[in-house]
């Protein structure tokens, strides 16, 4: 697919994550202190949509099961059962511009 816009840097101030969706597929876009990263947005444990969670530090929680996952790696942080990492994707920055390499 090569390389998508995913939006302005403005649009997410630190601190702050949005999902964006890529041909069907959703995906989690955040600015962890000037760094933009994204992975899946979908929690690997029943699916939900880790936008709606919460965002401290480098660390998204899911809303609805309380799973954690580092935002900077897609790596599951803490959840009592084992699930599924999620897939991250590689940011670029150009001039305003979020790009996601996919």
């Not at 989690?28 to 000037?34: A, M, R, T």
Request: one cysteine or more.
């Amino acid at each position: 697919m090569g390389k998508i816009i995913a939006g302005k840097i403005s649009d997410i101030p630190p601190g702050k994550m949005i999902k964006i969706s890529v041909d069907g597929k959703e995906i989690l876009v955040s600015n962890i202190d000037g760094e933009f990263f994204a992975m899946d947005d979908s929690c690997t444990h029943s699916g939900a949509s880790l936008s709606e969670g919460n965002l401290e530090g480098c660390t998204v929680t899911c809303g609805w099961h309380k799973a954690e996952f580092d935002c900077k790696t897609g790596k599951l942080v803490k959840f009592p059962a084992k699930i599924n990492d999620l897939g991250t994707y590689k940011v670029s920055l150009e001039s305003d511009n979020i790009f996601l390499e996919m």
